[in-house]
Antibody, heavy 118, light 108 residues
Framework: EVQLVESGGVVVQPGGSLRLSCAAS????????MHWVRQAPGKGLEWVSL????????NYADSVEGRFTISRDNSKNSLYLQMNGLRTEDTALYYC???????????WGQGTTVTVSS | DIQMTQSPSSLSASVGDRVTITCRAS??????LNWYQHKPGTAPKLLIY???SLQSGVPSRFSGSGSGTDFTLTIRSLQPEDFATYYC??????????FGQGTRLDIK
C-alpha cells in the first residue's frame, strides 16, 4: 500500500524551531519529487515547498522562504521540513505529498499539526 | 506568482444535481491545472490532472475542461459523498505552485 505518514507536529513558541518528518512506503521514493502543503485553521490549502528526487532542486513559497528548509534521505524513504523562526501564522496542518510528475500530487499523508503560540 | 481564482466560493446543491466550479488563472498556464477534493479530517484527493484527465479510481461523474486561463470542474449527478471543498491548483510554475481559495459544496 502506498502510504505517507507525517510526524513531528507540536506546540511551539513564536521564534522557535521544529522539524517535521514524513515516512514513505509502498513506492520507489527516490523516483519522485515530494512536496509539503499546509492548511491553516479555517483557510485553504497552501503549497509550502518541493524537493526533487535527488534533492538537487528545492523551491519554497514566499511566505516561508529563508525560514524553512526541505530535505530528504532516500536511504530512509523520508522527507523532512526544518522550520525556523516560526510565526503564529505558520500554525497549520502540514501534509506531505507525492508528486505526479508536474501533474499534481497523487498521494497525501494525513497531516501533522503545528501550533505556534506563546 | 500565478494567482488562481475560483468561483463560486460556496455552493449549495442537492443530490442528483449537476454542478460546475470555475477556476481562472492570472496568466496562461496551458493545461497545467489540477482539481482536488478535500473533506475535513481527511487527506486531499486528486480528482483531475492536466485539466481534463481523470485520476485513477475517481468516478466518471467528475470531469474537467479548459486550457490557457479558464477551467471548469463539473460533477454530474451529485452523490452524498461529493459534498466537500474543491480546490484548483496550477503546476505550470513549479517555482511557486498555487491553489485556488477553494469552493465549499454544501447540501441544500
Amino acid at each position: 500500500e502506498v502510504q505517507l505518514v507525517e510526524s513531528g507536529g507540536v506546540v511551539v513558541q513564536p521564534g522557535g524551531s521544529l522539524r517535521l518528518s514524513c515516512a514513505a512506503s509502498g513506492f520507489t521514493f527516490d523516483d519522485y519529487t515530494m512536496h509539503w502543503v499546509r492548511q491553516a485553521p479555517g483557510k485553504g490549502l497552501e503549497w509550502v515547498s518541493l524537493i526533487s528526487w535527488d534533492g538537487d532542486r528545492t523551491n519554497y513559497a514566499d511566505s516561508v522562504e529563508g525560514r524553512f528548509t526541505i530535505s530528504r534521505d532516500n536511504s530512509k524513504n523520508s522527507l523532512y521540513l526544518q522550520m525556523n523562526g516560526l510565526r503564529t501564522e505558520d500554525t497549520a496542518l502540514y501534509y506531505c505529498a507525492k508528486d505526479k510528475g508536474i501533474f499534481g500530487m497523487d498521494v497525501w499523508g494525513q497531516g501533522t499539526t503545528v501550533t505556534v503560540s506563546s | 506568482d500565478i494567482q488562481m481564482t475560483q468561483s463560486p466560493s460556496s455552493l449549495s446543491a442537492s443530490v442528483g444535481d449537476r454542478v460546475t466550479i470555475t477556476c481562472r488563472a492570472s496568466q496562461n498556464i496551458n493545461s497545467y491545472l489540477n482539481w482536488y477534493q478535500h473533506k475535513p479530517g481527511t487527506a486531499p484527493k486528486l480528482l483531475i490532472y492536466a485539466a481534463s484527465s481523470l485520476q485513477s479510481g475517481v468516478p466518471s461523474r467528475f470531469s474537467g475542461s479548459g486550457s490557457g486561463t479558464d477551467f471548469t470542474l463539473t460533477i454530474r449527478s451529485l452523490q452524498p459523498e461529493d459534498f466537500a471543498t474543491y480546490y484548483c491548483q496550477q503546476t505550470y510554475s513549479t517555482v511557486s505552485i498555487t491553489f485556488g481559495q477553494g469552493t465549499r459544496l454544501d447540501i441544500k
